[in-house]
């Protein structure tokens, strides 16, 4: 089930330009992760940071992780074509193996 | 909602048998069905798509004869684990998306735990 929040919905930028999703939850995580869905493909796992680091980065990607809010952000620098796809953030509890999935956001570059 | 279902839901084989897990969209059929495996507080790696009848595609590094796959109809999805060794054991999750125009949202199995001893 989906129980965390993203935000936006949806975003719709100019290739070259910076994309922030947010993703929000509600209980003390082991760790959260980022995920990219392409059309009609399976999940691609991005990032993964746990809770008790803040900051994150791989190669155009920077993920936040703010635990005293609660939030985390996926930042995409120099947004390219190529990354129009569907961002999920999922937490992953400490006493199990299930993922908490957020509803996504669908991101379109314009070329 | 749509439902998908997974059996079994664990499993603790010895070191060079072969294990299968199915994998069934309940109330929906599905062309295309995800495989994953997630070790103990990692995330999920896409291991390969099940594409109903025909081949499944496979993530780079997965062994295909290794994790044979088989979509024989359009709510049938198994995932065979060939000759299992311990580092095989984790956690075995496979997903679906309804056939259904526009429809991306994926549901997930809730999952095979895999102990090889």
């Known amino acids: 089930s989906q129980q965390g929040e993203e935000d936006p919905q949806a975003l719709s930028i100019q290739e070259g330009e910076n994309a922030t999703m947010n993703c929000s939850y509600k209980?003390?995580?082991?760790?959260l992760q980022w995920y990219r869905q392409n059309s009609g493909r399976g999940l691609v796992h991005l990032i993964l940071?746990?809770?008790n680091e803040r900051e994150k980065h791989s190669g155009r990607l920077r993920v936040t992780l703010d635990t005293s809010k609660k939030s985390s952000s996926l930042l995409i620098t120099a947004s390219r074509a190529a990354d129009t796809a569907s961002y999920f953030c999922?937490?992953?509890?400490?006493?199990?193996?299930?993922?908490?999935w957020g509803a996504g956001t669908k991101l379109i570059i314009k070329p | 909602g749509a439902v998908v279902s997974q059996h079994p839901s664990w499993v603790i084989c010895k070191s060079g048998t072969s294990v299968k897990i199915e994998c069934r969209s309940l109330?929906?059929?599905?062309?295309?069905m995800f495989w994953y495996r997630q070790f103990p507080k990692q995330s999920l790696m896409l291991m390969a798509t099940?594409?109903?009848?025909?081949?499944?595609?496979?993530e780079q590094g997965v062994e295909k004869d290794k994790f044979l796959i088989n979509h024989a109809s359009l709510t049938l999805s198994t995932l065979t684990v060939t000759s299992a060794h311990p580092e095989d054991s984790s956690f075995y999750i496979c997903?679906?998306?309804?056939?259904?125009?526009?429809?991306?949202?994926?549901?997930f199995g809730p999952g095979t735990r895999l102990l090889v001893l």
């Open positions: 209980t003390s995580i082991n760790n």
């Open positions: 109330d929906f059929q599905a062309t295309t």
């Open positions: 940071i746990r809770s």
């Open positions: 997903s679906a998306s309804p056939n259904i125009a526009g429809e991306e949202t994926q549901y």
């Open positions: 099940s594409n109903e009848g025909s081949k499944a595609t496979y």
């Open positions: 999922a937490t992953l509890m400490d006493s199990n193996y299930q993922l908490i």
